[in-house]
Each structure stands twice: as structure tokens, then as C-alpha cells.
């Protein structure tokens, strides 16, 4: 793999630009869509063991294109099970992508961009500031190495590692809709799910264009706070964020919106929040998942007490509305997103205190 090559890359192509790349070459669509099986359903990315495509445009492709992955550059198991990878780029930028088994599901956590702009004050990512976008390839290579891992296509992915992925819009849909193709891995799009701290224009988007399943970080209850814990919401306020939800899932009652909600000690997590977050969700489809807050060197927060999580999830069951609280998954390994590569390359050493221009460097086009 050649960091300097500027040809095409197949991986960042869906299925119709399989199509287009193959035809464009002279040669017929129905080769296009086995170029594309045979990376994704195959995991095979070297042109001559794909032996049902005629020799010449083996030839050809190989002279026109380079298929480039990211590179496993550290594999981080944990006894649970959960394993995380750190994957290098081309350019030498490096994600994590985290593996949780549970029982028959497996899901697979990928990253969309390095680091991160939107400075939320409890997150390890937020401290490496923003580096740049990943590309399909660099988000598809992450599940493409995961199902090679593990001898199978995962059964879910979360578009929850490092990065906000509704701040790399295209990349990201394009990559969910590859993860859905049942040329590739055959998700459900139920099991495709994007995490976003609530780019609001980009949820409208979305709603165009995919059905995937929405999770929104919440963790506040009032504009007050979630000012200071995700300076997202300074632009895109509560009362901005709750109708975009509304109309993300209206129209099929199935679909539910799935809150986050991180539980630091003394900040966000009384009765009192609970009340309001009760109030807030009022009509809109949702569940909610409480997540321990992850504790990483430099942060000023710490982790509720689990009776505290779990009165705060009672009050909520009992209004009717679901709640769980979100197992700790490989901890020993660091498992909150963007810890591992902020050991090796945190370039800010910020202490990921709000800043009032936080948003001003996400992409909305
Ligand atoms: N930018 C997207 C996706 C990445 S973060 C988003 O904000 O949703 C994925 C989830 O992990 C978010 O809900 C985020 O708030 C949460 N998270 C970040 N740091 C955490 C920590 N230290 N402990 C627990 N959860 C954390």
C-alpha cells in the first residue's frame, strides 16, 4: 500500500459505483457488482484471486486502482471479550474500532473522523481536537477487518467511535449503506445504528436519504447543562433537537429513539433530572441508555454510584419510558471511545473544558 497513491480507491465505492467504475472501463456492470462482493461478502482485495473477472480487466485495474485498508496496528483483548483495535491509516492517523460480543449479537463500535470538533467535556476524543474526516474506505475497512477478524460479518455496528458522523455526512451514509448491502454484509438497516450529539439540518438529511437507527447523546436534561456537557447544543438548542427527533422516527411506530445518557457523579444524574428528563421525552418515541461515565486521566468528572444509576432508571421505567443501564465493557483495555490513541497522540493536552466557539469547525454543507 503506497500512502502517496492518488488512484482511485475501490473501497470507497457502493455498489453502483462498482458498477460505473467497471463500465467505464469498457467492460460490462455485472463485473462491477462481483468486484464488489469480492471485497466485501469475500474480504478479498487483491485483483487476481478475483477469478471470475476476465484477465484484461484484472489487468486494467490493476494499472487504474488500489484497493487501500486501514492497518491493524495494535489488537487490545479484553477478558470479557470485548477486543479493540487501534488501525493506522495510510497517512499514519490512527482510530480505534472496539468488538463487543454478546451471546449470539456482535457488534462492532467504527470510528468517522480523527478526533473530533465538538469538545463535549466528558469525552477522551474531544482531547485530540479535530483532525480530519475518514473516507468510506477508512470507515468500511474498519467492519471489512472486523469480519475478517472474526471469521463472520458482525450482526450490528454502532457508528459510535471517535468522531461525529454527521459531521462527515457522506462518508458516513455511504459507508451504512455498503454495511447494508446484501452483496456485503447484509445488515439490517435496525442494526445499523448512527450516533450523533445532535447536528440537527443533519438529521433532516439523514431522514432523506437512510432508515438507519438514530442515537442521540443527550446527557442533560435542560439547555443549561447540555451547554456546558455537549457545546453542541449552543447552536442547535433542546427545543431544536426534540422535533428533529420526533420526525426522524414519525411515521412508523416502530422506531424509537435511542438517548444516551453518560451518569456523572453530582452533575446530571438527582431525581430532579430524572423529572425533567421524563418531561422532555413526553411523545417521543425513545429509550433511553444510561452509560457509567468512563473515567480517563485528566477529567474533573466521576461515575455515579449504580444506585444512584438505578433510581435514576426506575423513575424513568416507571413514567413508561424504557430505560437500561449500559454494561462496562472493557475496561482494562480502555474501551471509552478515543482513549487508546489519546495515550499515543493526545496533541492538545486541552483539559476538554468548554470553549464558547466549539462548533464552529463542523462541516454542515
Ligand atoms: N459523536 C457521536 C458519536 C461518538 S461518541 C456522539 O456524540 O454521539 C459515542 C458515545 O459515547 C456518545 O454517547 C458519547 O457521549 C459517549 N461517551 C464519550 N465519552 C464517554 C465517556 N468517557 N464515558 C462514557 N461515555 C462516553
Not at 461478502?41 to 486502482?65: C, I, N, Q, W, Y
Not at 469538545?119 to 475518514?134: H, I, P
Not at 426522524?248 to 444524574?269: F, P
Request: glycine share 6%.
Amino acid at each position: 500500500m503506497n500512502a502517496t497513491s492518488t488512484k482511485p480507491n475501490p473501497l470507497d465505492l457502493d455498489l453502483a459505483g462498482c458498477e460505473s467504475l467497471v463500465t467505464a472501463l469498457g467492460f460490462k456492470a455485472f463485473h462491477g457488482r462481483n468486484l464488489f462482493k469480492w471485497m466485501h461478502k469475500h474480504g478479498v482485495v487483491d485483483f487476481d484471486a478475483m477469478t471470475d473477472l476476465p484477465k484484461s480487466l484484472r489487468t486494467v485495474l490493476l494499472e487504474t486502482v488500489e484497493i487501500r485498508l486501514p492497518r491493524i496496528l495494535q489488537t487490545h483483548p479484553s477478558a470479557d471479550g470485548t477486543v479493540k483495535w487501534v488501525m493506522e491509516l495510510v497517512d499514519g492517523q490512527r482510530v480505534e474500532t472496539v468488538f463487543i460480543p454478546e451471546g449470539k449479537r456482535s457488534t462492532i463500535c467504527v470510528s468517522s473522523q480523527v478526533g473530533c470538533a465538538l469538545e463535549c467535556a466528558f469525552c477522551a476524543t474531544a482531547r485530540q481536537g479535530f483532525n480530519r474526516n475518514l473516507s468510506v474506505a477508512e470507515i468500511i475497512g474498519q467492519v471489512w477487518h472486523a469480519a475478517r477478524q472474526l471469521g463472520a460479518a458482525p450482526t450490528n455496528v454502532v457508528m459510535m467511535g471517535m468522531g461525529e458522523p454527521l459531521a462527515n455526512f457522506e462518508a458516513a451514509v455511504k459507508a451504512m449503506d455498503v454495511m447494508q448491502d446484501d452483496l456485503a454484509y447484509m445488515l439490517a438497516k435496525q442494526r445499523v445504528t448512527l450516533s450523533t450529539s445532535g447536528i440537527v439540518p443533519n438529521i433532516y438529511r439523514l431522514r432523506e436519504v437512510s432508515d438507519v437507527s438514530l442515537a442521540v447523546s443527550l446527557h442533560a436534561p435542560n439547555d443549561e447543562l447540555r451547554d456546558e456537557l455537549v457545546p453542541i447544543n449552543r447552536k442547535y438548542p433542546l427545543a431544536e433537537l426534540i422535533p428533529a427527533c420526533k420526525h426522524y422516527v414519525a411515521g412508523d411506530k416502530r422506531r424509537k429513539i435511542t438517548w444516551e445518557y453518560v451518569m456523572l457523579d453530582g452533575i446530571n444524574d438527582s431525581p430532579a433530572h430524572a423529572k425533567q428528563l421524563i418531561r422532555l421525552l413526553e411523545g417521543v418515541p425513545s429509550k433511553v441508555n444510561l452509560i457509567p461515565f468512563n473515567p480517563f486521566t485528566g477529567s474533573d468528572f466521576g461515575t455515579s454510584p449504580p444506585d444512584r444509576v438505578e433510581t435514576f432508571r426506575e423513575r424513568l421505567a416507571r413514567s413508561g419510558i424504557f430505560a437500561m443501564t449500559r454494561k462496562t465493557r472493557g475496561d482494562e483495555i480502555a474501551a471509552a471511545c478515543g482513549q487508546l490513541v489519546g495515550r499515543v497522540q493526545d496533541r492538545t493536552g486541552r483539559l476538554g473544558r468548554i470553549r464558547v466557539e466549539a462548533d464552529t469547525r463542523v462541516d454542515l454543507r
